[in-house]
């Protein structure tokens, strides 16, 4: 039985970081994910909520692990391009050449620790326990 549900770990998480950073993360994962274009006009609060319930929505076991993965991945791949400095040199690697902006480094940090939470309670290990978790 795992002791976090990966759903709720990735909302307290995103809930955690400041609004900015999780408006845009959210706001991007909308657009490349949705397929109503009413969805595309979300922002802010609204976009939040639309992330949410979409998270969370109830489904068969394996397609919500699937949901999962996809959010993992998409997030994942956002914080790495958004840590980027103005030349696309990612800040994590120390290829930078230029100082960043704040921007970048915050999202630098968000990233460190979503890339822990996917090495544990978010690992395909995880993942596959959470599955066998929701089929009992």
């Known amino acids: 039985m795992l002791k976090n549900d990966p759903e709720q770990l990735i909302l307290s998480w995103l809930d955690e ?3 900015k950073y999780r408006d845009t993360l959210v ?8 397929t109503e274009s009413g969805d595309l006009v979300l922002s802010g609060d609204a976009a939040w909520q639309y992330f949410r ?12 692990v699937a949901r999962l993965l996809t959010t993992r991945s998409l997030l994942s ?10 030349h696309g040199e990612n800040l994590a690697n120390g290829s930078a050449k230029t100082l960043p902006s ?7 940090r968000a990233g460190q ?24």
Do not use: N
């Open 17 to 19: 970081i400041p609004k």
């Open 53 to 64: 319930k979409k998270l969370t929505e109830p489904d068969f076991p394996l397609r919500r």
């Open 77 to 86: 791949f956002l914080l790495d391009f958004f840590s980027a400095d103005d």
């Open 113 to 136: 620790h979503f890339r822990q939470m996917v090495e544990t309670d978010l690992s395909d290990a995880a993942l596959q326990e959470w599955l066998l978790d929701l089929e009992r």
């Open 102 to 108: 704040l921007d970048a480094v915050q999202y630098l």
């Open 27 to 34: 706001g991007q994962y909308i657009f490349m994910t949705c």
